[in-house]
């Protein structure tokens, strides 16, 4: 797969295309649209530009009208844009600026600039989304953390009941951790719950699953598109995989080995009763059930 950034290139002159592809191409992947409905179908496609150059005059819809609904699209509006005119007067760039765009080159344009403010446009997005990436994970497991969870849930939630798709919830709990943590240390705690972390994430398989350290020792999967028994065929596999993990438990927790309790639960799609925190209560409750009746087990709602 090719992990050059995507850099797009609006402008209806042949000439100023044919100067900016070849002097990008070999740092960039490079695509192109003559015309302003072609870039704004470009950046709101799967494969979305990292950077936009983008030209003011052009027929139909002009670059500044580009920028402000790019700007105003929440899928499109953190692509750093840099406005490349020959609109050289000073409350055309401020007008750009104020728009949302990130810089502002006017024709003629020096090549080594154009590029130079490209990298350096390019470089800051990665970073911030680094960052951002970073804020998202948890510092122990690597798994999604709590934050990544609410989102991604309130996400799919939404989604779901648009599409009328199901949407799935996994909650697990590993039995007896403080047992665990008071006769081995947290230092074995740590890693005990990084090794269920990984049995986890390995029990998923789809790209749109998500796995999150919810709190503690409990754990989370979001499951889009999948009925309560899918969930349990996941939640099974993710118990049976701790269970031989074969860590060896604490005094007094009853099973020779480190296990989990789990509960699933699927959203129902019937409008008056398809709220967000009874998904999350419907699992809690299987979850709560799963340890009454023993622990090491999988309970489902819904």
Not at 275 to 300: C, F, H, M, W
Request: overall charge negative; glycine content about 6%; hydrophobic content about 40%.
């Amino acid at each position: 797969m090719n992990d050059k950034p995507l850099v797009l290139l609006v402008d209806d002159t042949p000439t100023n295309l044919h100067v900016l592809i070849r002097s990008l191409q070999d740092d960039y992947r490079v695509k192109v649209a003559t015309g302003g409905a072609k870039a704004l179908e470009i950046a709101q496609s799967s494969d979305k530009p990292d950077l936009i150059l983008l030209d003011v005059m052009m027929p139909e819809i002009d670059g500044y009208e580009v920028c402000r609904r790019l700007k105003q699209n929440p899928e499109t509006h953190r692509i750093p844009i840099i406005f490349v005119t020959a609109l050289d007067n000073p409350s055309d760039e401020e007008h750009g600026l104020n728009l949302g765009a990130d810089d502002y080159v006017t024709k003629p344009f020096a090549m080594p600039v154009v590029r130079a403010r490209v990298r350096n446009h390019i470089r800051l997005k990665q970073t911030v989304e680094l960052l951002e990436s970073m804020a998202f994970i948890d510092g122990l497991t690597c798994l999604s953390n709590r934050r990544h969870f609410d989102q991604t849930l309130d996400t799919e939630w939404k989604r779901s009941l648009r599409n009328g798709e199901p949407l799935a919830l996994i909650l697990a709990d590993v039995d007896h951790f403080k047992k665990y943590n008071d006769h081995f240390g947290h230092g074995k705690g740590d890693e005990c719950l990084k090794k269920v972390a990984r049995a986890f994430a390995e029990s998923v398989n789809r790209p749109g699953d998500v796995v999150a350290r919810y709190g503690g020792e409990e754990f989370v999967a979001i499951l889009p598109n999948t009925d309560s028994m899918g969930a349990a065929v996941i939640a099974e596999k993710f118990r049976t995989r701790v269970a031989e993990l074969a860590l060896a438990s604490a005094p007094g927790a009853n099973m020779p080995v480190v296990t989990v309790s789990v509960g699933c639960a699927s959203l129902s799609l019937n409008p008056r009763d398809a709220a967000l925190p009874t998904l999350v209560e419907s699992a809690d409750q299987a979850l709560y059930r799963a340890k009454e009746n023993g622990r090491n087990r999988v309970e489902i709602n819904g």
